[in-house]
């Protein structure tokens, strides 16, 4: 009898020294998994090392999400059809979420084979919890614009769009930019609507705070290079 593969979207830390927050059966999926397909294949190696140090990683097929979509949809496809066992692991936190894998879960479920969504951490929602916005009604707006007068353009937008239907609105930076893109917000917003900035999360230097954008001004922190989450809530 031909084997039917599983699909198992395997969570990560979001911080290194944050394996403890992994519940314990996402080793079992690991172990019961025999292809990966990853978003970085150094990354996802050394945690796995971590996870379970008696792992063997040089007898498991690797394949890297990031490379021509269509070729990696067909490799997916392939290990699908010889019945493996088959992991999808992304960078920090839970795959499909704000991250490449989610093509290869589509084309998943397109061939009606079980997806596995395993718990884990997840950083839009960890924020969320702790920001005392609002969890009934948000929204996941990804990367902002780079350029200045187009980035402030859609800070306003989002701010607006809170204030209409009183919703978070969620959004990221890549960690350099950190400090630009508060100075962009500060710049922007009205003085009343709030803020939450959510830095290291699970981390020893986890930082979770909400204020009004005036109280921030009076105490701007410094969040260089730092993985972060921002909310709004007009």
């Not at 999926?29 to 792992?55: D, G, I, Q, T």
């Not at 979420?97 to 589509?106: F, K, M, N, R, S």
């Not at 859609?154 to 769009?161: A, F, G, M």
Request: charged share 25%.
């Amino acid at each position: 009898m031909k084997n039917v593969s599983t699909v198992y979207l395997i969570p990560t830390f979001l911080e290194e020294d944050g394996l403890h927050v992994l519940p314990d059966y996402i080793l079992d999926a690991v172990k019961a998994s025999e292809v990966f397909f990853v978003e970085n294949e150094r990354s996802a190696r050394r945690y796995l090392k971590k996870l379970w140090k008696e792992m063997d990683i040089d007898s498991y097929s690797w394949f890297t999400i990031h490379k021509s979509e269509e070729a990696v949809k067909q490799e997916f496809l392939q290990q699908i059809k010889l019945g493996k066992q088959i992991a999808i692991l992304s960078e920090a936190g839970c795959p499909g979420i704000a991250d490449p894998g989610q093509i290869l879960v589509a084309v998943a479920q397109e061939a009606g084979i079980a997806v596995k969504p395993l718990v884990g951490p997840n950083s839009i929602l960890l924020a969320l919890m702790a920001s005392g916005m609002n969890g009934q009604h948000f929204q996941f707006n990804g990367y902002l614009p780079i350029e200045i007068t187009e980035r402030s353009k859609r800070i306003k937008e989002l701010e607006s769009v809170s204030r209409k239907e009183g919703s978070a609105q969620i959004f990221i930076e890549t960690p350099y930019r950190n400090n630009v893109l508060l100075d962009s917000i500060f710049k922007s917003c009205i003085h009343t609507t709030r803020l939450c900035i959510a830095v290291n999360l699970t981390g020893r230097s986890e930082s979770i705070q909400t204020k009004t954008i005036e109280a921030w001004k009076n105490k701007v922190p410094d969040i260089n290079k730092q993985p972060a989450i921002f909310i709004l809530q007009a």
